[in-house]
Each structure stands twice: as structure tokens, then as C-alpha cells.
């Protein structure tokens, strides 16, 4: 069985994101963890990575 080149693309497309924003989450928690005082400030940006992506969204859905 073969595939259609754009089929091949569209779970990048569908899980892309979530799957980037999670390993950036996952990043921040293991840095607030093993890096101290850097660690704590990284952590905050990207624990707040999604929290952002979303107010970003509704905002951009609301305006529309």
C-alpha cells in the first residue's frame, strides 16, 4: 500500500502543535526540577507556552 504525498503531511499538520507544546512543557517541568534558579524562570516560560498559544488563539478567533 502507498501513500498520497499530502497524506503522509497531514499528521504533522493535525499533531504538529500538541505534540511540540507538550515536549515544551515537559521541558520547563524537568528544567524547574534539575536547573535551580535558571531552571525556575524557564520553566515559567514554557509551562505558560500553551496558555499562551490559546489566549493567542481565542483572541484571533474573537477579532474574526
Not at 16 to 36: E, Y
Request: no cysteine; charged share 10%; net charge positive.
Amino acid at each position: 500500500m502507498t501513500s498520497s504525498p499530502g497524506r503522509s503531511q497531514g499528521w504533522v499538520a493535525v499533531f504538529g502543535a500538541p505534540i511540540v507544546l507538550g515536549v515544551l512543557s515537559m521541558a520547563g517541568l524537568l528544567a524547574a526540577l534539575l536547573l535551580g534558579d535558571v531552571g525556575r524562570y524557564l520553566s515559567w516560560l514554557a509551562v505558560g507556552a500553551p496558555g499562551l498559544v490559546i489566549a493567542w488563539t481565542w483572541l484571533r478567533l474573537k477579532l474574526h
